[in-house]
C-alpha cells in the first residue's frame, strides 16, 4: 500500500474575458506550488463547456494546510473570488487506495 496522500479538486469556471490574465497569474500561482514542501504534483483541465479542473497532491495535511495558508496563494485566493472566478468548489479527499498500469 502506498504512503497516504491528499488529493485537491478545484472545479471552477472564469468570468469572461478573464482568460489571458488569469493563464498569466494560474502559472504564477503553480510555479509557486511546485516549490512547497511536500508537494507530489498538479494537473489543470478545461473542458469544452468551460469548466476547469485542477487536481493538485501533496503528501501530508500539514503540508497542504501550510500551502493553503501561504501568503502569496492566500492573495490569489482572493483575487480568484473577486477577479476571475464566476463559481469554484474545493474538495479535499485523502487517498485510499490506489491502482496504476503502464503498459
Do not use: N
Not at 503540508?63 to 473577486?82: D, F, I, S, T, V
Request: with cysteine; hydrophobic share 40%.
Amino acid at each position: 500500500m502506498s504512503a497516504k496522500r491528499y488529493v485537491i479538486v478545484f472545479r471552477s469556471r472564469l468570468r469572461p474575458g478573464v482568460e489571458a490574465d488569469y493563464a498569466v497569474r494560474g502559472g504564477e500561482i503553480f510555479a509557486l506550488a511546485e516549490k512547497m514542501p511536500g508537494y507530489l504534483g498538479i494537473k489543470d483541465f478545461v473542458a469544452d463547456d468551460g469548466e476547469r479542473v485542477a487536481i493538485a497532491e501533496f503528501d501530508t495535511a500539514e503540508h497542504l494546510r501550510a500551502w493553503r495558508e501561504h501568503p502569496e496563494h492566500a492573495k490569489a485566493q482572493e483575487e480568484g473570488r473577486q477577479r476571475y472566478y464566476s463559481e469554484y468548489s474545493v474538495q479535499v479527499c485523502v487517498l485510499e487506495r490506489e491502482s496504476i498500469f503502464k503498459a
